[in-house]
């Protein structure tokens, strides 16, 4: 499996989106479908942790399209699915390109400090592994959704671990393993503070 740079899939997803007035869940999947389950964990990740996660109905439904795919690469699928219904779920393009120009930087920033490294970590059963915790991520997200903001304590540890998978880089997985044990230690003292 070969590596594949963020810049590059944030330029890929650019490209599709132009000229649009917005963009369904359905597109990013086949703009994004060829690089990989990664890749496709990685933009609802992105979405989430950016500013466009505070809109309304934005986490929970990139909460949805984590745990399909996260759950499409536990069972073991070559070839991501999208249900149509939740394919036609879309955000406006302007606000996802505005996101994507302001992630770049960050994107450059992560490709140079990639490399790969404790392979062993993003493939096989440590991917299988990631999957599942990606899911129990999701759903706290989805639950979460309302309170703006918080659903990036949970997307973070899914946008690690995607990377760690697109880049074949191990320690960035093992940063994303150290980020779902902050949000473990974190959640139950959420729950309480929003009861």
Do not use: H
């Not at 740079?5 to 989106?17: A, M, N």
Request: aromatic letters at 8%; charged letters at 15%; one cysteine or more.
């Amino acid at each position: 499996m070969r590596s594949t740079k963020l810049t590059k899939l944030l330029d890929t997803l650019d490209e599709t989106i132009e000229g649009q007035k917005s963009v369904s869940l359905a597109d990013i999947v086949e703009a994004l479908e060829k690089r990989g389950f990664g890749a496709l964990l990685l933009v609802p990740a992105l979405i989430t942790v950016l500013p466009t996660g505070a809109i309304p109905g934005v986490p929970a439904g990139c909460a949805v399209v984590i745990c399909l795919v996260a759950g499409q690469l536990v069972i073991g699928l070559k070839k991501p699915w999208l249900p149509s219904p939740l394919g036609k779920v879309s955000i406006s393009r302007k606000k996802l390109s505005n996101a994507i120009e302001k992630t770049k930087p960050y994107a450059e920033a992560m490709d140079e400090f990639a490399t790969p490294r404790y392979e062993f970590l993003t493939k096989d059963i440590s991917q299988r592994v990631i999957a599942v915790l990606c899911m129990a991520l999701a759903v706290i997200m989805a639950m979460i959704g309302f309170v703006p903001f918080v659903p990036a304590l949970f997307s973070l540890p899914v946008l690690l671990f995607a990377a760690g998978i697109c880049l074949r880089d191990g320690l960035l997985t093992l940063f994303g393993f150290a980020f779902c044990i902050v949000a473990a230690v974190l959640f139950p003292f959420l729950l309480a503070f929003l009861k």
